[in-house]
DNA sequence: ATGGCAATGTTTCATTGA
């Protein structure tokens, strides 16, 4: 079984791509980011004919997420935003997929530390790590893939001493992310040897993709159970490449899925 | 120290992203 997520930057500009990678790598689950859309307008007919059901949280402008399940997958239980918590920003998609739980998530960016935004971010990932609690307790098998805005740690920094302090880095949002992990996941993405500067966000300015100036900012993290059975996590850079890419790369996670011994 | 790139709608600039 295949759990992906990506930020597209922009569905509506990225469809070709989308649709292309989809294809290619043929994921069970899709969680997409700043998907910039209103629900209405989501083109959902040129996902199915590309295989895949979409469960959608849109808005114009900014923000919005969906979750594009490969069809014929069981999905139950969708819900939208973090419960109790109000936000006019839509971020937050899950469902159980053929028993899984998904969650789709887009962390607030933060703009700038002691800005505005950044209390909402921290505040924001406070509520989630909530949320993510009790997911946790009623979902053993859970995995959480999103752009979380946030470099765990230096090795996710393609240059941390002038990044020191900076949003995305700043000690408080790393507190703040291991606050998510310690409600009981793991980043999959440490869970196996990994090449060094491995980036799934590059700045479209300054040839930073062609330079390898990136962040690994988005990220799947998985409860035990299914981090016990995870093969594989990867950033697939190539779908950065060429023309009009999303500034982000998907990260994709491969779970065995053998017959449970009885 | 600054801008640089991309997407959107309020569109020929301002805002946001990271």
Request: aromatic share 8%.
């Amino acid at each position: 079984m295949l759990i992906a997520a990506w930020n597209v930057n922009s569905i509506t500009v990225r469809l070709p791509r989308l649709v292309a990678w989809l294809e290619t790598t043929r994921p069970d689950v899709l969680c997409v980011q700043e998907t910039k859309i209103d629900d209405a307008r989501f083109p959902t007919a040129d996902i199915a004919a590309a295989g895949y059901a979409a469960h959608v949280f849109g808005q114009k402008t900014y923000n919005g997420v969906a979750l594009l399940v490969r069809q014929g997958l069981a999905v139950d239980d969708v819900s939208v935003g973090i419960p109790g918590y109000a936000d006019e920003q839509r971020r937050v998609i899950a469902a159980t997929v053929a028993g899984i739980r998904v969650v789709g998530v887009y962390v607030p960016n933060g703009q700038a530390v002691g800005s505005d935004k950044y209390a909402y971010k921290l505040d924001w990932l406070a509520a989630f790590a909530t949320m993510l609690r009790d997911e946790r307790a009623r979902h053993p098998e859970l995995a959480v893939g999103g752009d979380f805005n946030v470099a765990p740690d230096d090795r996710d920094v393609h240059d941390p001493a002038a990044w020191e302090g900076q949003v995305l880095v700043s000690a408080p949002e790393r507190a703040a992310f291991r606050a998510l992990l310690e409600t009981g996941l793991v980043d999959s993405f440490r869970l196996f040897d990994q090449p060094p500067a491995t980036y799934s966000w590059w700045d479209y300015r300054m040839l930073a993709f062609a330079k390898n100036r990136g962040m690994r900012i988005d990220h799947i993290l998985l409860s035990p159970p299914l981090a016990q059975r995870c093969l594989a996590s990867r950033i697939d850079r190539n779908a950065r490449k060429g023309a009009k890419p999303s500034d982000h790369a998907p990260v994709v996670v491969e779970l065995r899925t053998d017959a449970v011994a009885s």
